[in-house]
């Protein structure tokens, strides 16, 4: 792989990727079960989605 | 009487599970996913090398800032340590970056974020392997 050409990603995506990789790595770290680890995940992921989303349009104003 | 200030003798058991458990973790931290390899936690190990690995190529592969030792101020000692994290896999993306970093832009600076999540998340598995190689539920 050429990382030299870098990747080209947008402000969403690269929060999305992030929040992926994260939720998934707490969810193996912190649960044992399949079941649980899913749900924790997902749990997880959705929760990163939300506050970032949130704080992304709490600072919208202070752009203007 | 006793002396009350005499330290209680570490089992010998005690001792050499104490050694192999920061063995563990030294191995952890220096190859991700290695720690909980050496334990047969195979989802575990597969997750810490694979999520590991993926923020340091996407990292890497977005310039973003690889830091090194020779810092300037605290705020890169901070970073270079966060970046140490990660073990061998710090090499694999000083390599990785050829052009260098670029932070002028957005995606270099997420790189930045990239990386140093990396280092700390390899650190926290790590210690997680630790933890476990030491009889803690995990």
Partial sequence: MNAGMGFKLGHLQSMLLFAVLISV?????S??????RVKYIVWSLFLFLLIGVGIGWAMYPFSH | MADETAVAAVPPQDLKRETIALFIGVAGWLVPGLGHALLKMWGRATMGFLTVGLLVILG?????????????????????L????????YLAATKLETNGADVSHAGGDYGTRFLATAGVLNLLTALHAYEAA???KA
């Avoid at chain 1, 790595?25 to 770290?29: I, N, V």
């Fill in chain 2, 60 to 80: 890497a592969g977005m310039r973003g800032n690889v830091f090194s030792s020779g810092a300037n101020d605290a705020f890169d000692t901070l970073g270079f």
């Fill in chain 2, 134 to 136: 030491r009889g803690r």
């Fill in chain 2, 82 to 89: 966060a970046d140490l994290g990660t073990g061998t896999f």
């Fill in chain 1, 25 to 29: 790595a707490f969810g193996f770290l």
């Fill in chain 1, 31 to 36: 649960r044992r079960r399949p079941i649980e």
